[in-house]
C-alpha cells in the first residue's frame, strides 16, 4: 500500500479531482477547490484505502499511517501559523468522513478538534471573544463524546435545557460566557459518568480517537442501511479529512450555511441555499434551528432576512464561486460554507443530491448551456428514479375539498416531491413495524442519521425543523421519498403519541395524514391520488403535450436514449390496454404474453375447469372449443394494440390445480356451475395436487400430456394474426413453449404447433408462418442450447424460474432468509431482484454462446423481472442480448439503463 495522507491547500496540493477512490468525494473535491485558488481552510486527507487496512490490523491504525499523519500536522501548523495543542496560538481541526460518493448523515464529524482547559483559554484570549471559545468547547466536548465515546447526545441536550430553563432563557444564543463554563463543567461529569473515564484533554488523544471514530464510522448499523439501499460496496472505505477550523459561531459577522447552485427539487436554475448567523455548519445541516434563506428571492414574503441582505459582500463572493465550481465541475454543486468575521471559506463541494424531476431538468439545461452533451446527460440520470416521474399525485380537486372543510393541517417546506399517505408513526422503530401492516408517513422534530431505517420504510417523511438542506431533506431526496421539513406548527408529544397542530390532535398508529412534497402541504385524512403529467400525457389522454414541461423534458431523455441504445426495450403484458399503455412509454414490442392470465377472466374461468374435469380427450377437446374464440378475441386485441411490432406469446405455463378452488366452498360452487357432484371436483382437486408444483406437471409438459391445449392456443393465435392482417393490421407473433429441459420436448410440441397451423392454412387458403423458439429457464436447458438452437428460432430467458433452479431457491419462500444472506454479505443482493451475473448470468452466457454456434442469427431476449433492473440490463447488453422485456410502467427505466449500458461500453 502507497501513500496514506495527502495535504491540500496552503503552499502543499497534493490531491485533486481525479482522485476520487482514493481520496474520497469530500477529499479529492478539497483538493480541487484549493488548486483552482478558492478560499479552503488547509488540511490533509487520509485515504479510504487507510480504513481498509484499519479492519485488516484489527481495528488498529497502523505506526507506517501515525508518521505520516504527524508530518501532515507539522506542515499543517507551519501553513496556519498556530500549533496544535498550544497554549499561545492553538490550532483547532475538524475530522470529517468523506467516501467517493456522498452519504450525507451517515458518518461521523468531529468540530473544535483540539480544545482543552488551556487552550480554551488561550482561543479566548486570540479571539477576544470569551462566549465563543466557551461556547465551541461545550460544542466539542457533546460531539466528541457521542462520536468517540458513545455517550448519547440526548443527555448533553439535557443538562442544556435544564441550565436555560433555570435562567430564564429560550435560545442557545442567550447565554453568556459563564453560563457555557457551567455547562462545560457539567458535560465533563456527565462523560466520567456514562464512561467511567473523565474527557481526554491530550489533543492527540483526541486527534487519534476521532480518526478511529471516522473509520468506525463506515460501519454503522445507518451507513451499512444506506449502503445496502444504494448499493455501494463494503469495501470502497471512507477516507478522513482533517481540516484547520474555521469559525461560523465567533459573532454576527460570522455565519455558516449549505447552497445549492439549483434548486434540487425542481432543477431550476436558480441559486438557492440556507445559512445561519453565529453557527457552526452542524447547526444547518441537522436542522436544530430553521434556517434562513441565503437569496433575497428566496426571503420574499418570509419574513427572514436574507444573506444577500445580511453579508452581501459575502454574499457577492460566494454566488460567483458557486457559479465557477458549477461551470468546472459541470454539474449542479452543493456546497458547505463559513464565513468568519466577513472572510468566506469553503468546506466541501459535491454533485448535489437531487429529485428526479430535477435530474432530468438539469441534465438538459446542462446540454442547452453547452456545459455537456446528450451523452453525458444520459449517464448522469439514475435510471430507477424514472419511477418518480410516474408515481401517482394527489388529485387537485380533492385538496381544495380538504382546504374548504378545514382539513389544511399545515405547511412546511416541499423538500421532496411527491405524494404521500399513511398513518403516523413517531419513530423510525414503530415506522418499521407499522410498515408491514400499511403505509405510514414518520413525523419527526428533525430527523438523524439514526432514521434512516425507518425512513426507507416510511412512504414520506414530515419534520417540524430543518430546512431544505437538512439531513431529513437531502436523504429523502435520494430516496425519491416526498419529505415536507420546517413545519414549525407541528409539536411533537413523545410520551402520549401525540401530534398537535394548534387545537388539532392527531395519535400515533391511528390517524392518517397526506403530504404533498411538491407543495408543502400537509391533510388530515386520506387522500386518494391522480396519475402524473407524464401519464395523463401518454396513457390518458387528458393532458395535451405542449401543456406540460414535465412531459417534454420526460419526452426528450427517451429520445435521446433511443438513439442511443442498441438494446431493444419490450413490455410484459398480458391486454390490449397493458399493451397499449407500454407501447405509449416507447415498448418495441411485446417479450412476454402469459396467456394463463387470460383464463381467469369471466365465464372462461368455467370452460378452463370444464377442461380439467373431463376424463377423455373428446371432453377436453368440447371444453377447449368453448375457449378458443375467447382466446383468438384476446389475441386480436393485443395484435391491434401492438400493430407491426412483435408479440411473444407464451403457452399455458402454470398447473393445472391452480385454476381449480383449494376451498371447499369454493369446491362446491364450481360443482354447482359445471353441474357435477362435489366428490367429483374433491377427486379431480386431489389428483392433481404435487408436492412441488413449481417443478411439477406444469410448461411443456402439459403440452406434452394434453396437446389439444397447445393446438387450441396455436390456432388462436394464427386465426387471430389473419383476421387483424384482413383489417389491415400488421401481426408479427411469435409462440414460446415454456420450461424446456431437453431438445425432445421442443420438437414434439413444436411438431404439434406445425401441424395445428398447415391445418388452419388449408381450411383458410393461407400461408400463415411464425418463429418458434422456447423460454430458458431449466439450467439443463442452458446448457444444452447447442442442440435446442437447433429447433428454436429465438431464445428468451425466463430468469425468474433460471434463478430458483440455478440457486435451489423458492422465490415465494426465500423472503424468509435472503434478507440474512444479503445482511451477511452471503450475497451481495436479492437474486430476484438483480441478476447473480457470477452464477445465473453464467448460465445465460453460455446459452447465449451455445445458441449461436448452432443458429447465428437466433434471437435472443429476457423476460423475466431482471428485464427492467438497470444492472441487470447492462449485464444483458454486454452478453449481446437483442432486447429485455419488462412490465409496461419499467419500460422507460430499462430504455435509459439499455442507452446507459450503450454509452459505457
Known amino acids: 500500500?502507497?501513500?496514506?495522507?495527502?495535504?491540500?491547500?496552503?503552499?502543499?496540493?497534493?490531491?485533486?479531482?481525479?482522485?476520487?477512490?482514493?481520496?474520497?468525494?469530500?477529499?479529492?473535491?478539497?483538493?480541487?477547490?484549493?488548486?483552482?485558488?478558492?478560499?479552503?481552510?488547509?488540511?490533509?486527507?487520509?485515504?479510504?484505502?487507510?480504513?481498509?487496512?484499519?479492519?485488516?490490523?484489527?481495528?488498529?491504525?497502523?505506526?507506517?499511517?501515525?508518521?505520516?499523519?504527524?508530518?501532515?500536522?507539522?506542515?499543517?501548523?507551519?501553513?496556519?501559523?498556530?500549533?496544535?495543542?498550544?497554549?499561545?496560538?492553538?490550532?483547532?481541526?475538524?475530522?470529517?468522513?468523506?467516501?467517493?460518493?456522498?452519504?450525507?448523515?451517515?458518518?461521523?464529524?468531529?468540530?473544535?478538534?483540539?480544545?482543552?482547559?488551556?487552550?480554551?483559554?488561550?482561543?479566548?484570549?486570540?479571539?477576544?471573544?470569551?462566549?465563543?471559545?466557551?461556547?465551541?468547547?461545550?460544542?466539542?466536548?457533546?460531539?466528541?463524546?457521542?462520536?468517540?465515546?458513545?455517550v448519547e447526545h440526548a443527555l448533553f441536550e439535557a443538562e442544556l435545557e435544564?441550565?436555560?430553563?433555570?435562567?430564564?432563557?429560550?435560545?442557545?444564543?442567550?447565554?453568556?460566557?459563564?453560563?457555557?463554563?457551567?455547562?462545560?463543567?457539567?458535560?465533563?461529569?456527565?462523560?466520567?459518568?456514562?464512561?467511567?473515564?473523565?474527557?481526554?484533554?491530550d489533543p492527540m488523544d483526541q486527534l487519534w480517537g476521532a480518526i478511529r471514530a471516522v473509520f468506525e464510522s463506515w460501519n454503522t448499523g445507518r451507513a451499512i442501511t444506506y449502503r445496502r439501499l444504494h448499493r455501494i460496496p463494503d469495501d470502497w472505505g471512507t477516507g478522513v479529512n482533517v481540516q484547520s477550523m474555521v469559525f461560523g459561531n465567533m459573532g454576527e459577522d460570522c455565519g455558516t450555511g449549505v447552497a445549492f447552485t439549483r434548486d434540487p427539487s425542481t432543477g431550476e436554475r436558480l441559486f438557492y441555499g440556507e445559512y445561519l448567523i453565529n453557527a457552526q455548519g452542524e447547526d444547518v445541516v441537522a436542522g436544530i434551528r430553521t434556517p434562513q434563506p441565503i437569496t433575497r428571492s428566496q426571503a420574499e414574503g418570509t419574513g427572514l432576512k436574507s444573506l444577500e441582505e445580511v453579508m452581501p459582500d459575502s454574499f457577492r463572493e460566494l454566488d460567483a464561486t458557486c457559479q465557477r465550481l458549477e461551470t468546472h465541475f459541470k454539474d449542479m454543486q452543493d456546497i458547505e460554507f463559513t464565513i468568519e468575521r466577513g472572510k468566506l471559506y469553503l468546506l466541501q463541494t459535491r454533485n448535489g443530491k437531487r429529485t428526479a424531476m430535477a435530474g432530468i431538468r438539469i441534465a438538459i439545461d446542462l446540454v442547452d448551456e453547452g456545459l455537456i452533451d446528450s451523452k453525458t446527460a444520459l449517464k448522469r440520470i439514475d435510471a430507477d428514479s424514472l419511477s418518480q416521474l410516474l408515481a401517482p399525485v394527489f388529485d387537485p380537486r380533492e385538496k381544495d375539498r380538504l382546504r374548504?372543510?378545514?382539513?389544511?393541517?399545515?405547511?412546511?417546506?416541499?423538500?421532496?416531491?411527491?405524494?404521500?399517505?399513511?398513518?403516523?408513526?413517531?419513530?423510525?422503530?414503530?415506522?418499521?413495524?407499522?410498515?408491514?401492516?400499511?403505509?405510514?408517513?414518520?413525523?419527526?422534530?428533525?430527523?438523524?442519521?439514526?432514521?434512516?431505517?425507518?425512513?426507507?420504510?416510511?412512504q414520506g417523511i414530515l419534520t417540524a425543523r430543518g430546512g431544505m438542506t437538512s439531513h431529513a431533506a437531502v436523504v429523502a431526496r435520494g430516496m425519491g421519498k416526498p419529505c415536507v421539513c420546517g413545519a414549525s406548527a407541528v409539536q411533537i408529544d413523545l410520551a402520549r403519541g401525540i401530534v398537535r397542530v394548534g387545537e388539532k390532535e392527531l395519535k400515533a398508529g391511528q390517524?392518517?395524514?397526506?403530504?404533498?412534497?411538491?407543495?408543502?402541504?400537509?391533510f388530515v385524512g386520506k387522500l386518494s391520488a391522480h396519475p402524473s403529467e407524464v401519464n395523463q400525457v401518454l396513457v390518458d389522454g387528458r393532458l395535451k403535450a405542449e401543456d406540460s414541461e414535465l412531459y417534454q423534458r420526460f419526452a426528450k431523455i427517451m429520445a435521446w436514449s433511443h438513439a442511443a441504445k442498441r438494446l431493444k426495450v419490450r413490455t410484459n403484458a398480458d391486454t390490449p390496454h397493458d399493451a397499449a399503455v407500454a407501447r405509449a412509454f416507447g415498448a418495441e414490442g411485446i417479450g412476454l404474453c402469459r396467456t394463463e392470465h387470460m383464463f381467469f377472466e369471466g365465464d372462461r374461468i368455467i370452460a378452463v375447469r370444464e377442461m380439467i374435469l373431463a376424463t377423455d380427450i373428446e371432453g377436453r377437446r368440447k371444453a377447449l372449443a368453448k375457449l378458443l374464440p375467447m382466446q383468438r378475441e384476446?389475441?386480436?386485441?393485443?395484435?391491434t394494440a401492438m400493430n407491426g411490432l412483435p408479440v411473444n406469446i407464451r403457452l399455458l405455463d402454470p398447473p393445472l390445480h391452480e385454476f381449480l378452488p383449494q376451498d371447499e366452498p369454493g369446491q362446491k360452487e364450481m360443482a354447482e356451475v359445471l353441474g357435477v357432484d362435489l366428490g367429483t371436483v374433491e377427486r379431480r382437486v386431489a389428483q392433481l395436487h404435487e408436492f412441488n408444483p413449481m417443478m411439477g406437471h406444469r410448461g411443456c409438459r402439459l403440452g406434452i400430456t394434453f396437446p389439444e391445449i397447445i393446438r387450441m392456443q396455436v390456432r388462436a393465435i394464427a386465426?387471430?394474426?389473419?383476421?387483424?392482417?384482413?383489417?389491415?393490421?400488421?401481426?408479427?407473433?411469435?409462440?414460446?413453449?415454456?420450461?424446456?429441459?431437453?431438445?425432445?420436448?421442443?420438437?414434439?410440441?413444436?411438431?404439434?404447433?406445425?401441424?395445428?397451423?398447415?391445418?388452419?392454412?388449408?381450411?383458410?387458403?393461407?400461408?400463415?408462418?411464425?418463429?418458434?423458439?422456447?423460454?430458458?429457464?431449466?439450467?439443463?436447458?442452458?446448457?444444452t442450447s447447442d442442440k435446442i438452437a437447433a429447433e428454436?428460432?429465438?431464445?428468451?430467458?425466463?430468469?425468474?424460474?433460471?434463478?430458483?433452479?440455478?440457486?435451489?431457491?423458492?422465490?415465494?419462500?426465500?423472503?424468509?432468509?435472503?434478507?440474512?444472506?444479503?445482511?451477511?454479505?452471503?450475497?451481495?443482493?436479492?437474486?430476484?431482484?438483480?441478476?447473480?451475473?457470477?452464477?445465473?448470468?453464467?448460465?445465460?452466457?453460455?446459452?447465449?454462446?451455445?445458441?449461436?454456434?448452432?443458429r447465428p442469427g437466433i434471437k435472443l431476449g429476457v423476460c423475466g423481472e431482471h428485464g427492467g433492473d438497470p444492472r441487470s440490463v447492462g449485464f444483458f447488453h454486454r452478453v449481446g442480448l437483442d432486447y429485455v422485456s419488462c412490465s409496461p410502467y419499467r419500460v422507460p427505466i430499462a430504455t435509459l439503463a439499455a442507452a446507459q449500458a450503450a454509452l459505457e461500453q
Not at 173 to 192: M, P, Y
Not at 407 to 431: E, S
Not at 634 to 639: N, Y
Open 1 to 150: 500500500m502507497g501513500k496514506g495522507v495527502y495535504t491540500f491547500g496552503g503552499n502543499r496540493n497534493e490531491g485533486g479531482a481525479a482522485m476520487r477512490n482514493l481520496l474520497g468525494g469530500k477529499g479529492c473535491n478539497l483538493a480541487e477547490m484549493a488548486g483552482l485558488g478558492i478560499p479552503v481552510p488547509p488540511g490533509f486527507t487520509l485515504t479510504t484505502e487507510q480504513c481498509n487496512a484499519y479492519y485488516t490490523n484489527g481495528r488498529q491504525l497502523v505506526n507506517e499511517l501515525k508518521a505520516e499523519v504527524m508530518d501532515a500536522l507539522r506542515w499543517l501548523e507551519g501553513a496556519r501559523g498556530c500549533g496544535f495543542g498550544s497554549t499561545e496560538n492553538p490550532l483547532l481541526l475538524s475530522v470529517r468522513s468523506g467516501a467517493r460518493v456522498s452519504m450525507p448523515g451517515m458518518m461521523d464529524t468531529v468540530l473544535n478538534l483540539g480544545l482543552n482547559d488551556k487552550t480554551v483559554l488561550a482561543l479566548e484570549k486570540a479571539s477576544g471573544n470569551p462566549r465563543f471559545a466557551w461556547d465551541s468547547y461545550r460544542r466539542f466536548i457533546t460531539m466528541y463524546s457521542n462520536v468517540v465515546l458513545g
Open 162 to 201: 435544564r441550565t436555560k430553563e433555570r435562567l430564564g432563557k429560550h435560545l442557545d444564543t442567550d447565554l453568556s460566557a459563564e453560563d457555557w463554563k457551567v455547562l462545560v463543567s457539567a458535560f465533563k461529569d456527565i462523560v466520567f459518568e456514562e464512561s467511567g473515564h473523565p474527557f481526554p484533554l
Open 404 to 458: 374548504k372543510e378545514g382539513k389544511l393541517l399545515t405547511k412546511g417546506l416541499n423538500a421532496g416531491p411527491g405524494a404521500a399517505t399513511g398513518l403516523i408513526a413517531l419513530t423510525a422503530a414503530q415506522a418499521e413495524k407499522m410498515a408491514q401492516e400499511g403505509p405510514v408517513v414518520l413525523v419527526r422534530v428533525e430527523t438523524s442519521p439514526e432514521d434512516i431505517s425507518g425512513m426507507i420504510a416510511s
Open 511 to 522: 390517524d392518517w395524514i397526506s403530504m404533498d412534497g411538491s407543495t408543502g402541504e400537509v
Open 634 to 639: 384476446d389475441f386480436e386485441g393485443i395484435f
Open 719 to 783: 386465426e387471430a394474426a389473419l383476421n387483424v392482417a384482413a383489417k389491415g393490421i400488421t401481426a408479427v407473433p411469435e409462440i414460446m413453449v415454456p420450461l424446456i429441459g431437453t431438445v425432445r420436448e421442443l420438437a414434439y410440441t413444436k411438431t404439434e404447433m406445425l401441424d395445428e397451423i398447415a391445418q388452419v392454412n388449408k381450411e383458410r387458403g393461407t400461408q400463415f408462418a411464425c418463429p418458434m423458439g422456447t423460454m430458458i429457464e431449466i439450467p439443463r436447458a442452458a446448457i
Open 792 to 854: 428454436a428460432e429465438f431464445f428468451s430467458f425466463g430468469t425468474n424460474d433460471l434463478t430458483q433452479m440455478g440457486f435451489g431457491f423458492s422465490r415465494d419462500d426465500a423472503g424468509s432468509f435472503l434478507p440474512e444472506y444479503v445482511g451477511k454479505k452471503i450475497l451481495e443482493d436479492d437474486p430476484f431482484q438483480s441478476l447473480d451475473q457470477e452464477g445465473i448470468g453464467e448460465l445465460v452466457r453460455i446459452s447465449c454462446e451455445k445458441g449461436r454456434a448452432t
